[in-house]
């Protein structure tokens, strides 16, 4: 996934992109949900069917490939796609597939459909780059399973133009990078007007990636989508009501479970449980954890003006957790107060008599008075991140917490 790639540059990056937009912010759809949104907007794709039993399938347009369904990139390589040249070997190939994982996603349904003399392979994206903060449409005449190692090591066989939402996306915008991936004649308008549509439905389904790839010229030279893949900013959930319940599929019961508390989880998987009032905040406590050579194991962020109670169902999320051997919990007192959070830890303390560590870092709004409730019951406060991330993950190196 090119995706990735775009916006990854460093460690610190790729660990947000991980909160992000792995785990909390992406739906990601199947293939075949992908192509049937392409061919909705016009787009062709290879005639197919999609089943969850070798049963009953009957499917006409041999010689066949068979493609498991599963959120995982690189399925080619895994063995996730498969050849089957008559109906006993699609069902057989169906049955297979059907008891496989893939990288370890079970599969679950599989897409059966003609399959295409491939003449060549072409990559054809929408996706959002958050550098310069805008959508880029890419192109090249390099598609298929090695875009990732093309995107590394000849980047410039990859033609970019980035996108003005408000000055839009048009047609002689698509022609220009169409053009430089040496397509040309009767064949400009038709992948022209594929890559608009690309960006139509990038607009429409409120995505951060729409990715042909690859993009098919056939020997008889037809243009298809022969894979498909849309991610979906999750935000936007509330007007793409039809995947709710991928979207429930995708998250781990604590997540569901933060979600519904309005609370941001996501789990990591370190030792130390991490909390803070901000995202921004707490990406910083993890990055800092991280520095000195800790292991965070979750992302958790409070909110602004967290009452006791909700500092309370925080730590016990995080505990839910088995892995946490201690918890690093870092407060920019603003609208939150600070001795509202010390209370809740106290309480939570006090109830479930956990010793696990417990390493406060809090400043600003009733700093004193929180500083002051954390001590009276023995937890001590730190007033800078760095002290306290260095304290929590000594902590929880050495075991040495009484
Ligand atoms: P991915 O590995 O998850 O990206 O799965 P794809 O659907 O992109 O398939 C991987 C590769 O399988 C493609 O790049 C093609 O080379 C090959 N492939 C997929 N469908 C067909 C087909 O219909 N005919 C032929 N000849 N090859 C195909
Ligand atoms: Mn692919």
Not at 104 to 125: A, Q, S
Not at 279 to 302: E, Q, S
Request: some cysteine.
């Amino acid at each position: 996934m090119i995706y990735s790639l775009i916006n990854t540059k460093n460690k610190k990056l790729y660990l947000l992109d991980n909160i992000c937009h792995y785990s909390w912010q992406i739906m990601r759809l199947y293939e075949y949900q992908a192509k049937d949104i392409l061919s909705r907007y016009g787009i062709k794709t290879p005639k197919g069917v999609v089943t969850d039993t070798a049963e009953k399938i009957e499917f006409d347009e041999t010689p066949s490939v068979v493609k498991a369904q599963v959120l995982v990139g690189g399925r080619g390589k895994a063995g996730g796609i498969k050849f089957a040249d008559n109906n006993g070997e699609i069902k057989k190939t169906v049955q297979y597939l059907l008891s496989t994982s893939i990288k370890g996603e079970k599969v679950k349904k599989v897409l059966v459909e003609e399959r295409l003399d491939i003449d060549h392979e072409f990559y054809l994206g929408i996706t959002l780059d958050r550098d310069k903060k805008m959508p880029v449409a890419l192109a090249s005449a390099y598609g298929g399973m090695d875009i990732e190692d093309i995107a590394i090591n000849s980047p410039q066989s990859i033609k970019k133009k980035y996108i003005d939402p408000l000055f839009g996306f048009w047609d002689f915008n698509a022609r220009k990078i169409v053009k430089d991936i040496g397509i040309k004649g009767n064949d400009l308008i038709g992948v022209t007007s594929v890559l608009s549509a690309l960006y139509t439905i990038f607009k429409e389904y409120d995505a951060e990636l729409v990715e042909i790839n690859p993009f098919v010229r056939t020997v008889d030279g037809r243009f298809l989508a022969a894979d498909a893949k849309i991610l979906i900013d999750d935000n936007s959930l509330f007007r793409h009501r039809e995947f709710e319940e991928q979207v429930k599929m995708q998250y781990s019961d604590i997540e569901l479970m933060t979600k519904m508390k309005n609370i941001a989880y996501v789990g990591l998987d370190g030792d130390i449980g991490i909390i803070g009032n901000g995202a921004g905040l707490v990406m910083a406590t993890i990055d800092t954890v991280n520095l000195y050579g800790g292991n965070p194991a979750n992302f958790c962020d409070l909110g602004g003006g967290a009452s006791k109670d909700r500092v309370i169902d925080a730590i016990d999320i995080v505990f839910s957790n088995k892995n946490v051997k201690g918890v690093f919990i870092n407060i920019m007192g603003g609208i939150t107060r600070c001795d509202e959070i010390a209370k809740g830890i106290i309480e939570y303390k006090n109830t479930k008599r956990i010793d696990i560590p417990f390493v406060i870092r809090m400043v600003g709004t009733r700093e004193d008075e929180g500083r002051k409730i954390c001590e009276s019951n023995g937890i001590p406060v730190i007033s800078t991140m760095d002290e306290a991330a260095k304290m929590i993950v000594r902590l929880v190196r050495d075991n040495t917490y009484n």
